[in-house]
């Protein structure tokens, strides 16, 4: 084996990891592909291929096309060389998948969530982690990191500072999971979890920058600007949910009063439910999943409900539009499986609001992961250090 110099080490992995990219994005590819992609020598591209290869990270796949003589190799990533783990952490459920490492869901277990106490939610947690590494298959790198979505402020330490959601504040548990599991684990705010998994895997693959608007029991808002997420100097940005759009109105969690999400979240809708009389159920087991069964019935007053929640919406996206001037707005979490009767009322809010030259090539959309954005976006987060770290 050759011995690197500092730096030629440095320009090794450099290279290795942008094969790797490329054997990712772009799979199936022939070496010389890689090496005209990526502007390397073809013999350069062959070493690096073959050590990806040893360590099972891609693999060979039967000829591709051949543009006349001898058909070329085609390479693969490999998906199946590890797992990755994410939970949504919502605050009335916890939902935990299992991936491979191209985000693909290969199990998942949701759980109600009727405790908001650290040490229950923890113990919860690492009940659902057992399970899902228990139904994990053999894999040459095993789970390869844990992810977890929280709907509150984590700092870049993974510290969370506060959920007033859950009336946690200044939480750690990153140490305790990590050292108990032995994988990387990744705390992130779940808004900005979800926007990551709706622009690699879901709805916002086409696009640079979009605002996600995670609109559970709160709201949170996860920003990608030029393709990348955007976290804030501390970590804690996208706190939209606490933005005020009613001087004086209702409590909020935070301490503040007239909040977005006091007007726009599933918290909202389920209160306001209470007003109305809603057939199967008492005012203390409404859910969103009934009010949306209520409204594929006809149910007028759930449906002119959803409208008054979707324009809400619409407020609050009309100050994110007109202060990002964004590509996307992707609307996701629980509010997005009422799609059918919200996104009317919110597109004309913001066509009737919103200055017009920011709706010029603005697409307004539902997340394609629906309720697995933030789980799905951990997992990917993991992956990405996984990747990141084990290319050498
Ligand atoms: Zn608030």
Redesign the pocket.
Known sequence: MTILTGNQQLVKQINKTLVLETILNEAPISRADIAQKVGLNKGTVSSLVNELIEEQLIYESGPGKSSGGRRPVMLLFNEKAGYSIGIDLGVNYILGILTDLKGHIVAEIQKKLSVTGVEQVKQMMIAIIEDLIRSAGQSHYGIIGIGIGIPGMVNNDGEILLA?NLGWKNVRMKEEIENRFQVPVIIENEANAGAYGEKLYGAGKEFDNILYVSAGIGIGVGVILDGQLFTGSGGFSGEM??TIIIVNGKE?????RG?W??YASEKALLEEAKNIPIPYADKDSISIELLVELAKEGNEEVINLFKKIGAYLGVGINNMINTFNPEQIIIGNRLAMAKDWLEESITHFVKSHTIPFHQQDLSITFSQLTTHSTAVGVCALSIENFLKTSVK
């Open positions: 007033p949910g606490h909020c969690s935070c301490g503040s909040c999400e006091q």
